[in-house]
């Protein structure tokens, strides 16, 4: 696990580093453009829901109803953990935004988004939240193999979803998004160590 945290870092600094260099900002907009041209009526109503999936109108109700649920589990270090990472990822990829001050693409977006475009902030929360959330639930819940694997692929697919919706869109460019992805993995995996350590000292006490 130790070696896909360096991995994402890593990637995060290269998409931080090249998204300014001619070469890679041109492939940035080649993928921008690609999609712009390929946009369908049926796939744009899609792409919006998918979009939708990975704001804070689908997250936090989807948060609040899994930490009901945890807390009637008893599972209150879950519950309060997948808060924090809730409001803190978020805080995170604004700070970040507000650190690289990118510019979202000016071309035919299908509708216009609000503040900076690196990381995407989609991408960066869905990746690290419903990461989270998969996680919690393989723990407590699913103990078949699987359909723990059924899960993960599920989860992987709608969290690649939310960033190739917001490139479809028009609103991110494809270093945002990669970006954002590594970045809410990096988070995912550091509040998946807090879990364990913290459950591991309340087992002890």
Known sequence: MMIMVVVALLLFCFCAMVYSVEFFS???VNVTLFFEQV????ATDLFLFVSDIGSIKY???ICIGVAIFLLYKRKWIDAVLLFILFFTVRQMNYLL??????????????YQATHYSF???HSMNSAAIYGFLCYLILSHFIKRENQKLLAITMTICLVMLIGV???YL??????DVLAGWSAGFVWFML???IRIRTTMLVTKS
């Open 97 to 110: 935004k507000e650190l690289f001050l990118r510019e979202r693409p000016t071309y035919d977006a299908v």
């Open 59 to 61: 997250a936090l109700p």
């Open 39 to 42: 946009r369908l009526p049926l």
């Open 170 to 175: 028009g609103v991110h460019y494809l270093t």
């Open 119 to 121: 990381p995407s902030g």
């Open 165 to 167: 919706s917001r490139i």
């Open 191 to 193: 509040f998946r160590t």
């Open 26 to 28: 041109t492939i940035d």
